[in-house]
T-cell receptor, first 112, second 115 residues
Framework: QQQVKQSPQSLIVQKGGISIINCAYE??????FPWYQQFPGKGPALLIA?????SEKKEGRFTISFNKSAKQFSLHIMDSQPGDSATYFC???????????FGTGTRLKVLA | DAGVTQSPTHLIKTRGQHVTLRCSPI?????VSWYQQVLGQGPQFIFQ???????GRGNFPDRFSARQFPNYSSELNVNALLLGDSALYLC??????????????FGAGSRLTVL
């Protein structure tokens, strides 16, 4: 009931293309869904986050789409750049707690 | 402005030994959380401390312990190390963001190798 399932495990996209990473959660008590970006040798950095009361949130080239009934959410990276090459983690959690359940990560490679 | 700082960055231990990892949160952040990230996996919650009190604990054995000091820095201790404890240990400090969510800011981590 606590899992967050993430796919694909790895993704290769051409420069300028759209990268799409999908996540599904089980715990209906989750009300906060952040995405983290991690470069080698670094800790995860918050990229964008969404609450289930909205279906979409956009920040620059990054968009989260959220489907509450399906318990699924996804990250879209528009106009993908080689600098976006990193590992991306989705997560779910409950407001007021500090315990977030992370997905297993997607390694994105954007070809120049 | 300094971010979350962790030390040491890398360390190698042998099975059965003990390790202490240290974390300094962002100035003004009173909460510290610890996560374990095994290679190829997402971070897994270990502990959360707020105002020197343990507020949450993940599914880890009693060999794992932590504490928070009056200056809000924190230590994670692991006793009787096992090979499976090899991982990147991440510390995150938190603030309450818009809408009440606790936004985690991670440090670069301490990479522990157990031989």
């Amino acid at each position: 009931q606590q899992q967050v399932k993430q796919s694909p495990q790895s993704l290769i996209v051409q420069k300028g293309g759209i990268s799409i990473i999908n996540c599904a959660y089980e715990n209906t008590a989750f009300d906060y869904f952040p995405w983290y970006q991690q470069f080698p040798g670094k800790g995860p950095a918050l990229l964008i986050a969404i609450r289930p009361d909205v279906s979409e949130k956009k920040e620059g080239r990054f968009t989260i789409s959220f489907n509450k009934s399906a318990k699924q959410f996804s990250l879209h990276i528009m106009d993908s750049q080689p600098g976006d090459s990193a590992t991306y983690f989705c997560a779910g959690g409950t407001s007021g707690t500090y315990k977030y359940i992370f997905g297993t990560g997607t390694r994105l490679k954007v070809l120049a | 402005d300094a971010g979350v700082t962790q030390s040491p960055t890398h360390l190698i231990k042998t099975r059965g030994q003990h390790v202490t990892l240290r974390c300094s949160p962002i100035s003004g952040h009173k909460s510290v959380s610890w996560y374990q990230q095994v290679l190829g996996q997402g971070p897994q919650f270990i502990f959360q401390y707020y105002e020197k009190e343990e507020r949450g604990r993940g599914n880890f054995p009693d060999r794992f312990s932590a504490r928070q000091f009056p200056n809000y820095s924190s230590e994670l201790n692991v006793n009787a190390l096992l090979l499976g404890d090899s991982a990147l240990y991440l510390c995150a400090s938190s603030f309450r963001g818009a809408g009440g969510a606790n936004v985690l800011t991670f440090g670069a981590g301490s990479r522990l190798t157990v031989l």
